[in-house]
């Protein structure tokens, strides 16, 4: 009988969705599933509706609820992180102080302004779920979900090297069925090499299983018709210049890179799609609708108990290849201990991992190609830097986090972004007790008046440069 924690138990999504796909597992039925929240509301209500899916299916499989972390812990086989840290109160003000300063963010999770401060909340709790691991259940595997991924990933592994965990994210499987359709094959017919770094994932290598043809051409040819391109602008504008297909949607992307969202040309050219197509504000706007919507209304009652077919999550398949030891293959996120050579050791990175009794395989892929290297370096930097804030506490790392996010540097000069990431500081500091009594150095801006007499200093080489351009302008011949 598996001993499963699911922390962040009240996540109405995943919650439901990978204890539903674990019960749908022949080899996990009698699973007992420990669900752990800080509050009680969407606690009760979740426990309330698993309990039905036990009991109308039959199952031998027991589930039951606790506020405390370390009841659900102790002599867990398993522990699933699903927090959101500061919910939708924190959310909102990721997405609303940034956009003031003209970072315009469409889901605001993963990196920008609004990742960093979601990763510097999650952190300290990772930090105390760590500890309480080692004490309780320290051959547990821990299945992060938590978001943002890379940074609570890297957290983790700079954290514990005894707690051994993997970062899951369904971004790889949702982006190999639109690249199915895109080269016209059955997903479960092409051969697939994907790496790099969470929600920018490349896609090296797409082949057919039967015939060993590259379908990148297709896909490349493809990507050049209107009807195509229209899907996905951002990540077929960017397969175009760098070469290959990556993970994730438009909304996404758009936020991890400079080109698309630093100005109206470009919000309006690239980011017009509705919703996750880059609509601004677009994740936050739909959990407020939705917590409107349900905020006095328990909508599990109304879904079906019925159990289905799994998700094309990863987590029930990881842990029936750990029970059964039938070998699964998945992309996820790890330490890169050598897997990735041409990104920063320790950095997290999401490559081909293999999972059997004996627990997590990840794969050596090598080189990205350099193009791909760099771009995902790019985010790796802030990722760095938000975790070095988080973990020591340093708000100036904070800043230099958000200073260096592809995003907010093309649109922020530094005073602009000291300023934004002090007013988030103050906005959040409830939910960021590692700052406790530190603020954000003040940096006042430096006037220069019209007369200002200038200090003599020694001639720059640049200037004397300049100085015998005059020089030879102004010559008469």
């Given at each position: 009988?598996?001993?499963?924690a ?29 669900l752990?929240?800080r509050?009680?509301?969407k606690?009760?209500r ?6 039905r ?11 039951w ?6 009841e ?6 398993y ?8 919910g939708?109160d ?22 920008g ?22 004490e ?18 890297l ?23 639109l690249?199915?359709?895109?080269v016209?094959r ?12 969470n ?12 015939t060993?043809?590259?379908l990148?051409?297709?896909l ?10 229209v ?5 077929g504008e960017?397969m175009?210049?760098?070469g ?8 996404h ?6 080109w698309f969202r630093?100005?109206?040309r ?13 609509e601004?504000?677009a994740?936050v ?8 919507k349900?905020?006095h209304?328990?909508?599990?009652e ?13 987590c ?6 750990k ?8 992309n ?7 897997y ?13 991992v ?25 985010n ?7 975790v ?9 790392h904070?800043?230099?986090a ?9 649109c ?17 500091r409830?939910?960021?007790p ?11 801006v ?7 007499k ?24």
């Amino acid at each position: 009988m598996p001993k499963i924690a699911m922390i962040g138990a009240g996540s109405q999504i995943f919650c439901k969705t990978l204890t539903m796909d674990i019960f749908a597992t022949p080899a996990l039925r009698d699973s007992e599933i420990r669900l752990m929240s800080r509050t009680k509301p969407k606690l009760a209500r979740m426990e309330k509706f698993l309990k039905r899916v036990v009991k109308e299916n039959d199952l031998p499989g027991t589930v039951w609820s606790t506020l405390d972390r370390r009841e659900a812990l102790k002599g867990a086989d398993y522990v699933i992180c699903m927090i959101q840290v500061g919910g939708l109160d924190a959310f909102k003000l990721d997405y609303e102080i940034p956009l003031k300063y003209g970072v315009d963010q469409c889901i605001g999770d993963s990196l920008g302004p609004g990742g960093i401060f979601r990763g510097l909340r999650t952190i300290p709790v990772l930090a105390d779920l760590v500890r309480d691991m080692e004490e309780l259940c320290p051959n547990a595997l821990l299945l992060n979900y938590a978001n943002p991924m890379a940074a609570c990933c890297l957290a983790l592994g700079r954290m514990s090297h005894n707690v051994q965990f993997i970062g899951l994210c369904h971004g790889v499987q949702t982006t190999l069925d639109l690249i199915s359709r895109y080269v016209d094959r059955p997903k479960d017919q092409i051969d697939f090499l994907c790496a790099g770094i969470n929600h920018m994932g490349w896609f090296l290598s797409l082949k057919d299983k039967k015939t060993g043809d590259d379908l990148y051409p297709t896909l490349r040819a493809n990507i050049e018709k209107p009807g195509y391109y229209v899907n996905e602008k951002v990540r077929g504008e960017v397969m175009r210049h760098f070469g290959y297909f990556m993970t994730e949607s438009t909304g996404h992307l758009s936020e991890y890179i400079p080109w698309f969202r630093s100005s109206r040309r470009a919000l309006e050219r690239y980011c017009d799609e509705p919703s996750f197509g880059g609509e601004t504000g677009a994740y936050v706007k739909y959990c407020l609708m939705l917590d409107e919507k349900y905020r006095h209304v328990d909508y599990l009652e109304s879904e079906s108990p019925k159990l289905t077919p799994r998700s094309v999550e990863y987590c029930s398949y990881i842990l029936e290849a750990k029970e059964t030891d039938r070998v699964f293959r998945l992309n996820g996120n790890v330490r890169n201990d050598g897997y990735i050579d041409n990104l920063p050791p320790g950095c997290c990175v999401e490559v081909p991992v293999y999972v059997d009794r004996r627990g997590l395989h990840p794969s050596k892929v090598g080189l990205l190609p350099p193009q791909c290297a760099a771009l995902n370096q790019s985010n790796v930097t802030v990722q760095s830097l938000a975790v070095d804030a988080g973990l020591a506490g340093d708000p100036e790392h904070i800043m230099h986090a958000i200073a260096m996010d592809p995003l907010t540097s093309a649109c922020c000069t530094l005073k602009e972004v000291r300023d934004m990431t002090a007013e988030m500081l103050e906005a959040e500091r409830q939910w960021l007790p590692q700052f406790k009594g530190r603020k954000l150095r003040t940096m006042p801006v430096i006037n220069i008046p019209k007369n200002v007499k200038r200090v003599d200093v020694p001639v720059d080489p640049a200037l004397a440069i300049v100085h015998r351009f005059g020089e030879l302008a102004a010559r008469k011949v």
